[in-house]
C-alpha cells in the first residue's frame, strides 16, 4: 500500500540544526497530510509539525520558529529542517502520512519507522 522511509537525524549539540526527510512510495492514490511526531523515553507521542497538500502547516508550540515542514509534492517526501535544538527535543520522530492507496476508497494513516534524534548539552 503506503511505505514511509525517513531518513536524517542523528547527533548535535544545543543550539545546532539537523534535518530529517520522508519518502512515500506504494500504490499512492493521494496523500492528504503529511507530518512529523515524535517520542521522548517515558513519554507519549506527541505532533510536532504537519502540512497539507496545498502547504499549509501546523506547528506544536515547542518547536513553532525554530522547526519547519516542507513538501515535495511531486517527490511524495516532507521534510523537517530544526533550528536551534534543545535537549528537549531529544526523541525518535515519526513521520505520517493520511494517504489513499489504489482500490482503497478511504485514507489510512501510515507511519514511518522513526528515526533517532539526540541533541546534547
Known amino acids: 500500500q503506503v511505505q514511509l522511509v525517513e531518513s536524517g537525524g542523528g547527533l548535535v549539540q544545543a543550539g545546532g540544526s539537523l534535518s530529517v526527510s520522508c519518502a512515500a512510495s506504494?500504490?499512492?492514490?493521494?496523500?492528504?497530510?503529511m507530518g512529523w511526531y515524535r517520542q521522548a523515553p517515558g513519554k507519549q507521542r506527541e505532533l510536532v509539525a504537519t502540512i497539507v497538500g496545498d502547504g499549509n502547516t501546523n506547528y506544536s508550540a515547542s518547536v513553532k520558529g525554530r522547526f519547519t515542514i516542507s513538501r515535495d509534492n511531486a517527490k511524495n517526501t516532507v521534510y523537517l529542517q530544526m533550528n536551534s535544538l534543545k535537549p528537549e527535543d531529544t526523541a525518535i520522530y515519526y513521520c505520517?502520512?493520511?494517504?489513499?492507496?489504489?482500490?482503497?476508497?478511504?485514507?489510512?494513516?501510515?507511519w514511518g519507522q522513526g528515526t533517532q534524534v539526540t541533541v546534547s548539552s
Open positions: 506504494g500504490t499512492i492514490f493521494s496523500i492528504n497530510a
Open positions: 505520517n502520512a493520511r494517504a489513499r492507496p489504489y482500490r482503497f476508497f478511504s485514507e489510512h494513516d501510515y
